[in-house]
């Protein structure tokens, strides 16, 4: 009669000016391995514009979370977002108390100088953080080049593409390595070197001024996926349209995550022709996407016109393929004979 034990509760707070992908690789990855991760908004409102006009609903406000108790606390980066979080006295006062019943508490990049060392929370710790912030450590924190540190309860990351790093090493503290093995393998981390890359159909991509990007979303999208492709796109200064195939604009992703969308994909479809379409994947997201006729129209169009499409994960078999969208003309050398599934070796 052995009851499962409740799940480890995690608390993520954002707020504006948040890093989208620091923030939404650790809420995956915690969820894969089983912890509760609450949201929690830092501000006034459930919705909260993270940088890059990226939209995440809250599960929570944070002062709603101040009387409960959690295993960890994971502060992501971003700029204002890590200053953002620094300022906040909920914040603190809840941190400050986790930290003192000697919780295990997590930031990564802006976040460890700009928040956790300005509460004075790292005294005594040797900690990372994003190379141009380590310098607001105060002496009595040991700044360590690493992309990820770990000193008693304390775990610190560098910066968003070490965010799957950080997070593992969270997975780690809290699950143990068994765990991270059976995360990181579904999930291609290449957590053994020798990876490579090569271009199968070399593509040609012309773009006259900003790039218009439409990227659709549905439940069930992996959010790692669409959060990372939006942030780095719109690095990037493209035009990124995030549009719902789904009935309203609020889609809640594999794992959770609730992302707002710009826009319905019918009012998207009336700003075509886009530069490039890209479809998340994640289940049942890719298999929504596949099935929306507006999008496959719009897909049908885009091959058509010889413009530039894509897809990742499940989005590939799921959205490209049943539609003949995806043409695959040459195999890695040396890999199995399905490019589809060719991987490395
Ligand atoms: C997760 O945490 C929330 C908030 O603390 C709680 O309401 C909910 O019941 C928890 N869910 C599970 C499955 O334990």
Known sequence: MATSPSPKKVLLPIVAGTEPIEASIPIDILRRAGANVTVAS???ALLVEIMYGVKILADELLVDCAAASYDLIVLPGGVPGAANLGGRATLEGIVRKHVEKGGLFAAICAAPPLALASWGLLDGHKATGHPWF????PPKVTAVDANVVVDGNAVTGTGPATSMEFAMALVEQLYGKEKVEQIAKPMLV???????????????????????????VANGIEEMEAIILVDALRRANADVVVASAEDGVVVTARYGTRIVADVMLDEAADRAPFDLI??????????TLGGCEQLVALLKKQAEA????GAIGAATAHVLEPHGLLKVRAELPGTCSNPLTARRR
Do not use: Q
């Not at 957590?191 to 659709?216: D, F, I």
């Open 42 to 44: 830092a501000g006034d």
């Open 134 to 137: 380590v310098e607001k450590f």
């Open 190 to 216: 290449r957590y053994e070197g020798g990876y490579s890359m090569k271009e199968l159909n070399s593509v040609e991509w012309h773009c006259s001024g900003t790039p218009k990007v439409l990227l659709p």
């Open 278 to 287: 890209i479809v998340p994947g994640g289940m049942p997201g890719a298999k």
């Open 306 to 309: 010889n413009r530039p499409y």
